[in-house]
């Protein structure tokens, strides 16, 4: 028995090492000299004669809530987004599939989608082709894996249901709430600010959200600001969990309804730019574009930023806190300048052409006649009769409009 107690007492001595040095760490981590103002302690942020405080360990709810939401997504978009874009019209564009080829669909998945041409003439020699075969069999494989129109609407739509439920949940929690219309009150009496239900449930349901996208962000439609949205999301995600620990969440809910007012207006103009309706689509986008230049690149640098770096600290002395707030602030507000010129290269097309044209982030359909290899694989007339002499060229622009239309293609938005 003394030797089976102390062979249980050695196996618990590296547990307890190690929840000891997890202690430690955690301790080190939330000191309260690098999160809360001077002179303040988080024993003081804790729940009393009936009232609330936000408390770090709260935020981990958001992560089962976050995978609900994915389901609740995936259930939208199938019985909500997928039969209402069959009812206004939205159709696919015909693609047609690449020829099975074990060399070319080995290097297309291990070294790259787009070869360089000498890399394309050397896959044509080992595969028996031609270049062009070779070029159209690239494009067409590049195609395969682009999201059709119907997958864009539903994401779209599911996007677009929340941010307006949201915006709309946080205007009401907000309406009455003295800091929404005077920044400089967020300050008053901080950190010892009791925490409201409604601002809890909106706050702790944005978080979810955010996360959510994280979740399906490498299932959802690539864009050119892929990079940019991986960083938003992270930045968000931080910062609704940094503001929310803190007991920053009344600037918090001000930088969440500030964007929430535009996303929306967004993700409707890309539904009726899915089905077609270019005049309710490019007046939206207007709108958008209005709202947007507004919130954020006005109101969030002379309202939030502003009230973050000067008026948060007049009472308190700078911390670690207000400097990581106002970093991930800024790295906010540089992807709003960034998707900023992206807007203004839209408007500029939308001045110059009369109509908005496809998102600049989209990733453009490549249509298989672009190089005239379909003249190359079948030299005949659809009717079977070749070609007549001194007849116009078969690879002209407008022979080649001619066949994207005969084949189904339309323009990508």
């Known amino acids: 028995m003394p030797q089976l107690e102390e062979a249980c007492a050695q196996q618990q001595r590296p547990s307890a090492a190690k929840n000891k040095m997890w202690s430690s760490l955690n301790d080190w981590l939330w000191h309260e000299r690098f999160w809360l103002p001077p002179n303040v302690s988080w024993a003081q942020l804790e729940d009393r004669d009936g009232l609330v405080f936000p408390h770090p360990r709260d935020t981990l709810m958001a992560v089962p809530l976050a995978l609900a939401l994915v389901v609740v997504r995936f259930t939208f978009e199938r019985f909500v987004g997928l039969p209402l874009s069959r009812w206004l019209g939205v159709r696919n564009q015909t693609r047609r599939p690449a020829k099975p080829n074990a060399t070319l669909e080995k290097y ?139 007991n920053l969440m009344r600037i918090g809910s001000l930088v969440l309804l500030l964007h929430d007012s535009s996303d929306y207006l967004l993700e409707a103009s890309k539904l ?46 700078p911390f670690f806190g207000y400097y990581f707030l106002n970093i991930l602030l800024v790295v906010l507000q540089l992807l709003h300048v960034f998707w900023s010129c992206l807007i203004l290269r839209m408007i500029y097309s939308f001045i110059k052409k009369g109509q908005m044209e496809k998102d600049v982030r989209s990733d453009v359909e490549e249509l298989d ?42 323009p990508d938005t």
């Open 108 to 246: 297309f998945l291990m070294k790259g989608r787009k070869p360089t041409e000498s890399q394309m003439n050397l896959l044509a020699t080992q595969c028996g082709l031609t270049l062009r075969q070779t070029q159209c069999w690239f494009r067409r494989r590049r195609n395969q894996d682009r999201p059709c129109l119907t997958k864009k609407f539903c994401e779209a739509s599911w996007r677009f249901a929340f941010y307006l439920c949201s915006f709309i949940s946080g205007t009401m929690v907000l309406y009455h709430e003295s800091w929404l219309w005077t920044p400089v009150t967020c300050w008053e009496n901080y950190p010892h600010q009791p925490m409201k239900p409604g601002l809890y449930h909106w706050y702790l349901l944005e978080l979810s959200f955010y996360i959510s996208l994280l979740m399906t962000l490498p299932f959802d439609t690539k864009r050119k600001d892929f990079k940019e949205q991986v960083i938003h999301h992270f930045v968000t995600i931080i910062l609704i969990s940094f503001s929310y620990s803190l």
């Open 272 to 317: 009726f730019n899915y089905t077609h309706w270019r005049r309710l689509c490019d007046t939206l986008f207007i709108i958008f574009s209005l709202v947007f230049f507004y919130t954020r690149l006005v109101l969030f640098p002379t309202q939030i930023l502003y009230t973050t770096y000067y008026e948060s600290i007049a009472n308190l002395g």
């Open 369 to 410: 006649s672009s190089d005239g290899e379909a003249a190359e694989e079948c030299p005949q007339m659809k009717n079977g009769a070749a070609p007549r002499p001194g007849a116009a060229p078969t690879d002209g622009p407008r022979s080649r409009a001619a066949g994207r239309m005969a084949n189904g293609h339309t």
